[in-house]
T-cell receptor
Framework: KAGVTQTPRYLIKTRGQQVTLSCSPI?????VSWYQQTPGQGLQFLFE???????NKGNFPGRFSGRQFSNSRSEMNVSTLELGDSALYLC????????????????FGPGTRLTVT | QKEVEQDPGPLSVPEGAIVSLNCTYS??????FMWYRQYSRKGPELLMY????GNKEDGRFTAQVDKSSKYISLFIRDSQPSDSATYLC?????????????FGEGTQLTVNP
């Protein structure tokens, strides 16, 4: 079974530009979450989509947005890039848990490393 | 103050040692407690999870959760050089509230041959 794939793997952008990152979840997984990982802040939750609906949103400015398509693939967009947006952006997918003692077991992709200059 | 606190290390141990990794948290709503392992330039990989308080063992790994103290631990027995990675604790609330994970900063572990 193929894992979570993210494209592109590396990206260099200039301040003020916008960027779109893509995530293809594991087949059958309908929940997709995005995280930002930086050396100073660690892994921080951006947002979660389930069946094309945003279910949760983290504490990030409105420049960060996302969407999910009917095939569960997801994209996130960052507009008006700032130097501080340089980070590893991780996507995770999961199945809906079957029982009370089972969490959403999230499987992460390799990430997209975004550098803003 | 962060919801989840984890000593970033680095932690360096000899091969065969028992490793103890810990996190504390402040949010009483957390119900699920996970440990992820992340190798350099890779995404995090789920090692194991525990629901509520208690212990769980999987091979050389044992996870412990003490909700009364808001303290979780991961023990690695007979550590191997291949265990060298960053270990992240993560927590989530009820599944009805979605899959959102709150992570600790991660502890960088090196196991020396």
């Amino acid at each position: 079974k193929a894992g979570v794939t993210q494209t592109p793997r590396y990206l260099i952008k200039t301040r003020g530009q916008q960027v779109t990152l893509s995530c293809s979840p594991i087949s059958g997984h309908r929940s997709v979450s995005w995280y930002q990982q930086t050396p100073g802040q660690g892994l921080q939750f951006l947002f979660e989509y389930f069946s094309e609906t945003q279910r949760n949103k983290g504490n990030f400015p409105g420049r960060f947005s996302g969407r999910q398509f009917s095939n569960s693939r997801s994209e996130m967009n960052v507009s008006t890039l700032e130097l501080g947006d340089s980070a590893l952006y991780l996507c995770a997918s999961s199945l809906r848990p079957s029982g009370g003692s089972t969490p959403y077991e999230q499987y992460f992709g390799p990430g997209t490393r975004l550098t803003v200059t | 103050q962060k919801e989840v606190e984890q000593d970033p290390g680095p932690l360096s141990v000899p091969e065969g040692a028992i490793v103890s990794l810990n996190c504390t948290y402040s949010n009483s709503a957390f119900q699920y407690f996970m440990w992820y392992r992340q190798y350099s330039r890779k995404g995090p990989e789920l090692l194991m999870y525990t629901y509520s308080s208690g212990n769980k063992e999987d091979g050389r790994f044992t996870a412990q959760v003490d909700k009364s103290s808001k303290y979780i631990s991961l023990f690695i027995r007979d550590s191997q050089p291949s265990d060298s990675a960053t270990y992240l604790c993560a927590m989530s609330g009820a599944v009805t509230s979605g899959s959102r994970l709150t992570f600790g900063e991660g502890t960088q572990l090196t196991v020396n041959p």
